[in-house]
């Protein structure tokens, strides 16, 4: 079994920052790629950020695109999420997802690309 386990959500005003992490354990896996999605309150989960493992490419929402940037650390097994200038319209859940080298190829912005996923960690940003 493989777990994720996100960390560093919190409050924050509007404009300010906050850095995601989400640590992957437990079964070793060949990793095709893993990614951040959100879920605010009455809306379906949505794409944040995806980083491809092979190639390091990295994929971004339009919504976030030039504010959050993803990252990764290999020796850690762990994947960062830096949100910077945050907006109120940024509050939500959000979930750490990795996907298998089994489904290689298949769309990184697509939830049915990933096997495992964390509980979530809340992000809420205040105006």
């Known amino acids: 079994q493989v777990q994720l386990v996100e960390s560093g959500g919190g409050l924050v005003q509007a404009g300010g920052s906050l850095r995601l992490s989400c640590a992957a354990s437990?079964?070793?896996?060949?990793?095709?790629?893993m990614g951040w999605f959100r879920q605010a309150p009455g809306k379906e989960r949505e794409f944040v950020a995806a980083?491809?493992?092979?190639?390091?490419?990295?994929y971004y929402a339009d919504s976030v695109k030039g504010r959050f940037t993803i990252s990764r650390d290999n020796a850690k097994n762990t994947v960062y999420l830096q949100m910077n200038t945050l907006k109120p319209e940024d509050t939500a859940v959000y979930y750490c997802?990795?996907?298998?080298?089994?489904?290689?190829?298949?769309?990184?912005?697509?939830?049915?690309?990933?096997?495992?996923w964390g509980q979530g960690t809340q992000v809420t940003v205040s105006s």
């Open positions: 997802a990795a996907a298998s080298s089994l489904n290689w190829g298949k769309l990184v912005f697509v939830k049915g690309t990933y096997d495992y």
């Open positions: 437990g079964r070793a896996f060949s990793t095709y790629a």
């Open positions: 980083i491809k493992w092979g190639t390091s490419n990295t």
